[in-house]
Structure formats: C-alpha cells, structure tokens
C-alpha cells in the first residue's frame, strides 16, 4: 500500500512538471516562426503588455493562490467554500481598482498605442481572467489532480497557440493575434472554471472580512 501510494505521488509529481516543461518549451519552439511573421515593434508591444499583465497580477486578488495554499489544509469543505467566495470577490474588487488605475496612467505608460482605452480595458480582463485560470490550478495541484492540471494546461496552450498562428499568418493580426487568441482561451476556460467551483462548491456567495484574515 504504501510504494502503491509512493507510485501515484511520484507519477503525479511527473505529470506535474512535465505539464509545465512541455508548457514552456512549445512557447520556445515557436519562437522561431513567429519572428517570421512579427516586427520588432511587435515583440516591443507584446514585451509590454506581458509586463503590464505581470504586474497587474500582482494587484488583482494580490496572490490568491498563496492565500488558498495557507489555507486549504486547515479548512474544512464548508468553510474552504465561504473563504473561496471572498477570495472572489477580493479578485473582482481589486480588478475594478487596478482598471482605474491603469485608465490613470494611459497617457503615461500607453502613449505608444493606438486605441488605448480599449486596451487597458483588455488588458485588464485579461489579467483578471489569468488570475481565475492560475487560481484553479492551485486547486487542482492542492487536490493532487494532475490528469485534470496537465488537460486543462494543454486545452490552453495549444487552440491558443494554434488561433494565434492564424491569426497572425492568415490574418495578418500581427501582435493582437497572440494577444487576442491568448485572451479568447482564457475567457473560455474561466467560465467552465466558474461552472466547476460552483458544481464542486468551492463557493458560496457570503462576504465575511474574517475569513481573509491569516
């Protein structure tokens, strides 16, 4: 029981990593063909923004999946349900709050783009849609669910990647076609995430600023 028991940790473990190599090193491998295709103000936008939405993370929901990591082993189903649903709406407060900011600084960080209110407004949803994305892989890395983390890491990487390179071939999208393909995913994906917190539930909707608190 116990090497059966060693097994499974080892080959989640396995599943695991290799999920997030395989991950890392698509992005690498098409490195090549879409210098093809992109400009070096191209990879200038898309360095931005990438930094922008690096940042923004920081802010929205201010890094909820430590917050469930600390606390999904003391808590109970219940309780892990009420402190889940203010780790919500926490992401969703501070979404709104950081849009305000961003539209704050749009004649200061933005002046190299065209159309800058709606891509703050992208940029933003983005980020908040990322923020959802990497909060139920915490939970499925928490549950020790590899099969579900390593599919719904593919069902991300590869449509995105692959509506990016047609967009941007076909289309002629330039660095919108990575943006946008990226950002198509995550919002498909979020809502089967939403949907699954709520089957699982993962959440309830009742506020208490108690349950935030370390």
Do not use: C
């Amino acid at each position: 029981m116990k090497k059966l028991l060693q097994n499974k940790l080892l080959g989640s473990a396995m599943i695991f990593t290799l999920s997030n190599i395989f991950n890392k090193g698509l992005n690498f491998m098409l490195l090549p063909v879409l210098t093809s295709y992109l400009s070096r103000d191209d990879y200038g936008h898309l360095g931005f923004i990438v930094s922008v939405v690096a940042i923004a993370s920081i802010y929205i929901g201010l890094w909820p999946g430590n917050f469930i990591m600390a606390k999904f082993s003391l808590l109970g189903k219940e309780k892990m349900a009420r402190y889940m649903s203010n780790i919500l709406i926490l992401v969703f407060i501070t979404f709104v709050l950081t849009l305000g900011v961003l539209f704050g600084l749009r004649d200061v960080i933005f002046v190299n783009f065209e159309e800058r209110d709606l891509l703050i407004v992208t940029i933003a949803v983005y980020t908040l849609l990322l923020v959802i994305f990497n909060i139920f892989n915490t939970i499925t890395q928490l549950e020790k669910d590899a099969v579900r983390y390593a599919i719904f890491q593919f069902m991300y990487l590869f449509p995105s990647l692959a509506l990016a390179l047609l967009l941007i071939i076909v289309f002629h999208f330039d660095w919108h076609g990575k943006f946008y393909a990226e950002l198509l995913m995550l919002f498909l994906l979020s809502l089967y995430i939403l949907y699954y917190f709520i089957r699982e539930k993962y959440v309830v909707w009742e506020f208490d600023t108690e349950k935030l608190k370390a």
